[in-house]
């Protein structure tokens, strides 16, 4: 992917980040009951033993995102899955979400993404 993206102007690049704005959001896909709840509990209110905040407090009530937050609805889950595990490591570096998910165990990081990618 950064071989790909690194040929891309700054244009180019602009201009592609427009069309997929301009995309609807399409349904996600279902996951247990169980695991949904426990992870829309994580989303709506974080974990505050963990120091964990409440996503929607960025991504947005519907994890809808807006400009500075990216939307999490509908995302596919294994990618949550990875890009979480990648800012607790900083192998994606982002210091808002390196605190956000350094404290989250394997668990909650499957249940918050079972979350989002069923919205
Ligand atoms: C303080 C604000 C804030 C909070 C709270 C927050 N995030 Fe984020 N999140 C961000 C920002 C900013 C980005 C974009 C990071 C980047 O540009 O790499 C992001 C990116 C993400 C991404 C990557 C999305 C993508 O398309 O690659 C995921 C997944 C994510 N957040 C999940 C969560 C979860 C789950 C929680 C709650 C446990 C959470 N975030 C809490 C600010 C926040």
Known sequence: MWGMAAQLTDAATAEIGEYFAAQPAAPGKPAGAAEVAAGKKIYEEGIAAQHVAACQSCHG???????TFPRLSGQHRDY???????FATNLRVNASMHENSKNLRALQISQVAAFLSAQ
């Open 61 to 67: 009530k519907n994890a809808e995102g807006n400009k």
């Open 80 to 86: 949550l899955e990875r890009q979480m595990e990648a």
